[in-house]
């Protein structure tokens, strides 16, 4: 099945400065790819999502970027704020006659510091 | 703003016992997930509806967890008996359905087995 690995496990940026965590899949059929923020004791969140036909997308402070080649896609947050920390995850999903289901990552659990 | 409910948000009981969790999606999303999200890990799929049928139930452990969604709306996931290493989030997903992706997550429910 899909496999997918993210990195790095911890980071720490201070505020202001920008903050990128890398993920890896293993299955060329996933064609779907989000991720997702996930405060304390709460539901993951979808914050931005990319789709195997694109190369880039971005919204306000948020990027990602998809590299079907390789099979890595990045999440890049700019101008980083206290607010923004979390634990954050990247997900691939199956193709869809397995359900779309998503194959997530263990996790990015980020700290900006004022 | 249309959000995934589930309830309770924390369960606390003694192993061997039964718990039951309740999830009712986004009115008119189709496809239904359940997610085990250990401490520390990423979300992993238990079971996947589609309107009411199941489509992928292959990494729920059936000898002890069951799932349902009768009218093809809300769900129950209820195990029996709860064993220690069932502590964990119980999350809930929904999608609308078709080639929409989108998959959006509830509050989670965090069980503790004693």
């Known amino acids: 099945g899909e496999n997918v690995e993210q990195h790095p496990s911890t980071l720490s940026v201070q505020e202001g400065d920008s903050a990128v965590i890398k993920c890896t899949y293993s299955d060329s059929a996933s064609n779907y790819f989000p991720w997702y923020k996930q405060e304390l004791g709460k539901g993951p969140q979808l914050i931005i999502d990319i789709r195997s036909n694109v190369g880039e997308k971005k919204d306000q402070r948020i990027a990602v970027t998809l590299n079907k080649t390789a099979k890595h896609f990045s999440l890049h947050i700019t101008e980083t704020q206290p607010e923004d920390s979390a634990v954050y995850f990247c997900?691939?999903?199956?193709?869809?006659?397995?359900?779309?289901?998503?194959?997530f990552g263990k996790g990015t659990s980020l700290l900006v510091t004022p | 703003e249309a959000e995934v409910a589930q309830s309770p948000r924390y369960k606390i009981t003694e192993k061997s016992q039964a718990v039951a969790f309740w999830c009712d999606p986004i009115?008119?999303?189709?496809?239904l997930y359940w997610y085990r999200q250990i401490l520390g890990q990423g979300p992993e799929l238990l079971v996947q509806f589609q309107d009411e049928s199941v489509v992928d139930d292959s990494q729920l452990p059936k000898d002890r967890f069951s799932a349902e969604r009768l009218k093809g709306v809300d769900s129950t996931l209820k195990i029996q008996p709860a064993e220690l290493g069932d502590s964990a989030m119980y999350l809930c997903a929904s999608r609308a359905g078709g080639p929409i992706n989108e998959q959006f997550f509830g509050p989670g429910t965090r069980l503790t087995v004693l």
């Open positions: 009115s008119g999303h189709a496809t």
């Open positions: 997900a691939a999903s199956t193709p869809p006659n397995s359900g779309y289901a998503l194959n």
